[in-house]
């Protein structure tokens, strides 16, 4: 499917998403939420699409938030269906079944510090600047950053971004662990490219049910999790790579793992 506004390319196996409004330092509009629907949708169903590296285009912004313009002449519910496509998409990107990697290469404010949290890893350039600014608009928070900051940070540290609207830099979002780790510019494709590939050799069901125990285990009770990893586990068990990886760990060989 032709895009507008985002560039889709895949080359496996990894699939690359990059928001492509630079003018707009990569603000996201309406057509912009549907077409990255769209292309999740899309790496969702590739098999061969084990991990997807999500950025934005140019060197100075990931994604600047929602588009502030659209927001002039919303109604109540316009602004209602607005959110609804955003959790569609956000939540689509947390439960795509495949880790998605955000290259953060410049701002990630508003929905884009959202879009950032609703990632399985974040790696960021050492110029991002990072933060929830919507009180200043006189906004809260919409897609999810009341729920994912303090989940990530820690309540106060959430509370200080979210009340203050400041941005942090890159060093104090790795430094709060809202990021996994900055380097430079230069060589922000080739880190999450390199992570990618680690996860990419590892057993695609594994990869799957340990995103789920995870993020499920989280929304839940303790006891709640382990049930559900208990669970996961046995069906792991059933699956022919348990017994290719294990073959192959006791014949000192690679594993050829088949998602199976
Ligand atoms: N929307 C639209 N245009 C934007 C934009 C944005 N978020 N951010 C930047 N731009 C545009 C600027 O207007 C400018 O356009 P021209 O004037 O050249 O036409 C161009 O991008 C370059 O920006 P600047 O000239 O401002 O560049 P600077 O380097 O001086 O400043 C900046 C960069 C990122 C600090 C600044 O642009 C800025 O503060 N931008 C706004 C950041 C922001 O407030 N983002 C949060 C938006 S609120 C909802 C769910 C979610 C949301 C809302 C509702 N519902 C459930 C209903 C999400 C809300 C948000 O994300």
Redesign the pocket.
């Given at each position: 499917m032709p895009y507008e506004n985002i560039l889709v390319e895949k080359k496996m196996p990894i699939g690359y998403i990059t928001i492509n409004r630079p003018?707009?330092?990569n603000?996201?509009n309406v057509k912009t939420v549907l077409e990255l629907v769209a292309a999740f949708e899309e790496m969702a169903n590739d098999d061969d699409v084990r991990v997807v590296i999500l950025t934005g285009s140019g060197e100075?912004?990931f994604v600047?938030?929602?588009?502030?313009?659209e927001?002039q002449n919303?109604s109540p519910d316009g602004?209602?269906q607005?959110?609804m496509r955003?959790?569609k998409l956000l939540n689509l990107i947390e439960r795509l079944g495949k880790p998605v990697i955000a290259a953060i290469n410049g701002?990630a404010?508003?929905?884009?510090c959202?879009i950032a949290m609703a990632c399985t890893i974040r790696i960021a350039s050492e110029n991002a600047?990072i933060g929830q600014?919507?009180v200043?608009?006189g906004?809260i928070?919409?897609?999810g950053g009341t729920q994912r900051l303090p989940r990530l940070v820690g309540k106060g540290r959430a509370y200080e971004m979210i009340l203050t609207g400041q941005?942090i830099d890159a060093a104090r979002a790795e430094q709060i662990g809202l990021v996994n780790k900055v380097v430079p510019q230069a060589s922000l494709k080739e880190e999450c490219e390199k992570i990618a590939k680690a996860i990419a050799k590892q057993a695609p069901l594994a990869i799957r049910y340990c995103l789920e125990a995870v993020d499920r285990g989280l929304n839940g009770s303790l006891d709640d999790g382990l049930a559900l990893e208990a669970d996961l586990f046995g069906l792991v068990f059933g699956s022919e790579d348990v017994k290719e990886g294990v073959s192959a760990f006791l014949e000192k060989r690679k594993p050829g793992f088949k998602g199976k």
């Amino acid at each position: 499917m032709p895009y507008e506004n985002i560039l889709v390319e895949k080359k496996m196996p990894i699939g690359y998403i990059t928001i492509n409004r630079p003018k707009v330092l990569n603000a996201l509009n309406v057509k912009t939420v549907l077409e990255l629907v769209a292309a999740f949708e899309e790496m969702a169903n590739d098999d061969d699409v084990r991990v997807v590296i999500l950025t934005g285009s140019g060197e100075k912004s990931f994604v600047a938030g929602a588009d502030i313009k659209e927001f002039q002449n919303l109604s109540p519910d316009g602004a209602r269906q607005y959110a609804m496509r955003g959790q569609k998409l956000l939540n689509l990107i947390e439960r795509l079944g495949k880790p998605v990697i955000a290259a953060i290469n410049g701002y990630a404010l508003g929905g884009g510090c959202e879009i950032a949290m609703a990632c399985t890893i974040r790696i960021a350039s050492e110029n991002a600047r990072i933060g929830q600014p919507e009180v200043g608009l006189g906004l809260i928070p919409g897609y999810g950053g009341t729920q994912r900051l303090p989940r990530l940070v820690g309540k106060g540290r959430a509370y200080e971004m979210i009340l203050t609207g400041q941005h942090i830099d890159a060093a104090r979002a790795e430094q709060i662990g809202l990021v996994n780790k900055v380097v430079p510019q230069a060589s922000l494709k080739e880190e999450c490219e390199k992570i990618a590939k680690a996860i990419a050799k590892q057993a695609p069901l594994a990869i799957r049910y340990c995103l789920e125990a995870v993020d499920r285990g989280l929304n839940g009770s303790l006891d709640d999790g382990l049930a559900l990893e208990a669970d996961l586990f046995g069906l792991v068990f059933g699956s022919e790579d348990v017994k290719e990886g294990v073959s192959a760990f006791l014949e000192k060989r690679k594993p050829g793992f088949k998602g199976k």
